[in-house]
């Protein structure tokens, strides 16, 4: 399949450069690649596909994106809004309905974003209330690719109001909704900077009646759909980026050995190599976080943290590689006789859509933090008996005795080990051999009130961090016990 999808991309190079000066959409290409049955690759072959997972998507993407955005971007969305949502959450009778139609071809787009809406997606305004066997929905979507030429949009809408569920994030529900439904209309077509010949804009929704069997999965599961979907979305997005940073090496290498400046080739002066190393650099990492993405989510391994590095990384190296691949093709690579510029005008919104870059790395704060959690322990430190200088130790000594002194002698020592640093209320805990939550809270409590020490209370309230004030390391210890000097320095010169 993977030589076969790199054939069709080699082939149909020059219709993806048509598609740039027409800005028609390719039909014939996508007839092509359903014809071949690359729609059904995710699709396991009872419903009609050849069910290679989610890696096979991705050799297919990365080929298609080869010949033109427009084709690449037609193929994901239709996994996103149709293929995968239906084959992970969909009834067997919908799987049934939908599927067999996908791997031949129909094309669906996803609604998430609205006029009001981007990243904060949990607050969508779109309305579906049930009224018997039909939900009516009412509401505007936007920004939705594929549009007019999807027949199937799978439209996010808010199905409750209260306020349990949506503490709960149990207030979407996901539906198909279908061409030709009555009250569901476009609203308006984008011009986008880039992303030619491929329609994305509004949809209007005015209480169009939407059968009860199209919604999926249950009342309530929008938002889990959504967010599982989404790590699949991402990694596919991904791999639509790495057709044209190949192209772009392509071209930019290519050009510079055809070129001549100062009697040699430009790809002969050291410094165009160098670029074209970080290039070959930028994308072959770029392709295996892609794939590994892809495989630990053919494993029904959980790929948050890996498709999410995937989308950042890609299509910020995206983004500068086809920069430089332009910069070594010289004013050749800005024209538009050469597809790269319009690969570089492709690249921004690989940074927006499928969650920004912010959003990527506020996902990766977070969810990296809670992956990392045991790599991140912050170790005992203690004073090295015979060094005199701090270091770490698996076996802090344990303080058995729980009183103001003891706890104020901790937080001395914690000065002398970890200078600047606060304790947080965890560790000073475990450096007792037995103490409750009250008792440590009120001897904390005791020593702010009696100046020794200082607190920090996070936002609910509770005391997170604590330190010794100056007044409080005098009170602890002896001035002698906090004075320490390399062996080198003069003590003449200490006072
Ligand atoms: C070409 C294209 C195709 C698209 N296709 C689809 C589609 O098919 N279906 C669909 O549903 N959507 C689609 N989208 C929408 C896309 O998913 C959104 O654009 C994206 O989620 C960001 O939303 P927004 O544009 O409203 O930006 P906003 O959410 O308004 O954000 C604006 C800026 O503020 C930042 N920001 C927002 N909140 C925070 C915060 N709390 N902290 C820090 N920074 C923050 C963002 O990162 C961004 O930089 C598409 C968009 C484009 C451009």
């Not at 084709?71 to 939908?98: D, H």
Request: charged share 25%.
């Amino acid at each position: 399949m993977a030589v076969e999808a790199k054939k069709f991309a080699d082939e149909k190079r020059h219709r993806g450069e048509e598609v740039l000066w027409t800005k028609e959409f390719p039909t014939d290409l996508v007839r092509e690649v359903a014809d071949k049955g690359w729609f059904g690759v995710l699709i396991p072959q009872e419903y009609g596909g050849v069910n290679a997972g989610a890696t096979g998507c991705c050799i297919i993407a990365e080929e298609l994106s080869r010949v033109c955005s427009a084709l690449a971007n037609v193929y994901c969305m239709t996994f996103f809004g149709g293929t995968e949502p239906i084959l992970k959450f969909g009834s067997e009778k919908q799987k049934k309905r939908w599927l067999p139609r996908i791997a031949k071809g129909t094309i669906a787009g996803i609604c998430i974003t609205e006029p009001y809406i981007g990243s904060d997606a949990a607050n969508i305004e779109t309305t579906a209330k049930r009224k018997g066997n039909v939900y009516i929905i009412n509401g505007k979507k936007r920004f939705t690719t594929n549009v007019g030429i999807a027949d199937i949009y799978l439209v996010y809408a808010k199905t409750s109001e209260k306020p349990e569920d949506m503490a709960k994030y149990q207030h979407l529900s996901a539906f198909i909704v279908e061409k030709g439904m009555a009250g569901f209309s476009i609203e308006k077509v984008n011009e986008l900077g880039g992303w030619t010949g491929l329609p994305n804009g509004y949809l209007d929704f005015e209480n169009v009646e939407v059968p009860v069997e199209n919604r999926i999965s249950a009342e309530g599961a929008g938002w889990r759909i959504m967010m599982e979907g989404l790590n699949f979305e991402r990694t596919l997005f991904t791999a639509g980026m790495l057709g044209p940073m190949r192209e772009a090496i392509l071209y930019a290498v290519g050009h510079a050995q055809r070129r001549v400046q100062f009697g040699q080739p430009t790809i002969d002066a050291e410094v165009n190599q160098f670029k074209i190393a970080d290039m070959i650099a930028g994308y072959e990492t770029s392709r295996l976080l892609v794939y590994y993405a892809a495989y630990l989510t053919d494993l029904h391994i959980n790929a948050v943290l890996h498709a999410t590095i995937a989308k950042l990384y890609a299509s910020e190296t995206y983004e500068k590689l086809l920069s430089t691949a332009i910069q070594l093709m010289g004013g050749d690579g800005w024209t538009k006789f050469y597809p790269i510029d319009a690969f570089l005008r492709d690249a921004k919104v690989n940074q927006i859509g499928a969650g920004t870059s912010e959003v990527m790395r506020m996902i990766l704060y977070r969810q990296g933090l809670r992956a990392m959690r045991e790599d991140l322990r912050f170790p005992h430190r203690q004073l090295h008996e015979k060094l005199k200088v701090p270091i770490s130790t698996t076996k802090p000594a344990r303080i058995t005795e729980v009183n103001e002194q003891t706890l104020l002698g901790m937080l001395a020592e914690n000065y002398q080990v970890n200078p600047g640093l606060y304790m947080s209320w965890e560790d000073i805990k475990e450096r007792f051999e037995r103490v409750d939550y009250e008792q440590l809270n009120l001897l904390l409590i005791n020593l702010e009130a009696k100046g020794l020490a200082k607190l920090y209370r996070d936002r609910k309230g509770n005391i997170a961090l604590a330190r010794a004030t100056f007044e409080g390391l005098r009170k602890a210890k002896p001035r002698e016990a906090y004075r320490w000097f390399p062996d080198w320095i003069s003590r003449e010169f200490i006072f």
